[in-house]
């Protein structure tokens, strides 16, 4: 790490020790949605710079979106825990590589972010879902998993997914669900789709839990839906850890069957012909 980088670290530090946030850690975090069954709608650098008026590679900027987005990093209420980076208060246990990242977001960002969170709060981490490829120390990944899969073991889930990224297919985060059913959305842009996707989910019974992996859609619709009285978890990301972290992989690789927007190529997939998978889909919405 060069000199400037360093002096950018050590100011973010004593900005950190002056206006700390309170944010649950990991497994603080999981077990407040499994104990108390509650929805959690993520917020990441993506969210804000949708707030900020910016593209991102799979979804354009849409006002309605960005205000949305907005009203709900700065919303207090109780029937939605709110995800923020657990980067806003220290850098722990970071590869070199995100380290390096996330010293130069926050030093752009830490000020935008404290204008629209409440130092009062209590937030969760929204890399409870990504809990693998950004930490030097990975002892406590496959425990987190197991404390990840038990919120919906026994239970009957819905997935809203983007039609190429098929969670769970292929390895067993599901494997203990009563039903899995799954509503596909665009892969892109899911958001000009928003209406259609949160009235057909409103279509299904209340006792379903909902696991969104739809980029910055999901933080808006687990939101919504919480509101209407379900367990909405904002998920993206956690399938695509899982299968880094069973490949035991150390930097971000490609999954071919699967969306991995953070890779180059990442949106070319290849087909698949799963059964189960295709038995599991309820709706198209394209």
Not at 45 to 65: A, P, V
Not at 98 to 103: L, V
Request: glycine content about 6%.
């Amino acid at each position: 790490m060069d000199k400037e980088l360093m002096n950018k670290k050590e100011k973010l530090l004593k900005e950190m020790k002056q206006n700390k946030i309170k944010i649950l850690n990991i497994e603080d975090s999981i077990n407040k949605i499994f104990i108390e069954k509650k929805s959690i709608a993520r917020f990441g650098d993506g969210e804000l710079d949708l707030i900020l008026g910016k593209n991102l590679r799979f979804q354009s900027y849409d006002e309605r979106l960005s205000n949305r987005l907005k009203k709900i990093l700065s919303s207090k209420q109780k029937f939605c825990l709110i995800g923020i980076p657990d980067v806003i208060n220290k850098f722990e246990n970071l590869t070199e590589e995100s380290e390096i990242f996330w010293i130069d977001n926050m030093t752009r960002t830490r000020k935008i972010w404290m204008k629209y969170i409440n130092e009062e709060m209590e937030y969760v981490t929204a890399n409870l879902t990504r809990l693998y490829i950004r930490y030097k120390d990975r002892s406590n990944t496959g425990k987190y998993f197991s404390m990840l899969k038990k919120i919906w073991e026994g239970r009957d889930i819905i997935i809203c997914e983007g039609a190429q990224t098929r969670v769970g297919v292929g390895n067993d985060l599901l494997s203990k669900c009563k039903s899995v059913k799954r509503i596909i959305c665009p892969s892109e842009n899911a958001f000009g789709k928003y209406d259609e996707v949160l009235n057909r989910v409103k279509q299904e019974s209340k006792e379903n839990l909902i696991l969104l992996a739809l980029g910055p859609t999901a933080t808006v619709l687990a939101y919504d839906l919480a509101k209407e009285g379900y367990q909405a978890l904002d998920m993206g990301h956690f399938d695509i850890e899982y299968e880094w972290y069973k490949r035991n992989v150390n930097k971000r690789e490609k999954i071919d069957n699967k969306y991995t927007n953070e890779v180059a190529g990442g949106n070319i997939t290849v087909n698949i012909n799963d059964s189960k998978y295709l038995s599991e889909i309820i709706e198209k919405i394209e």
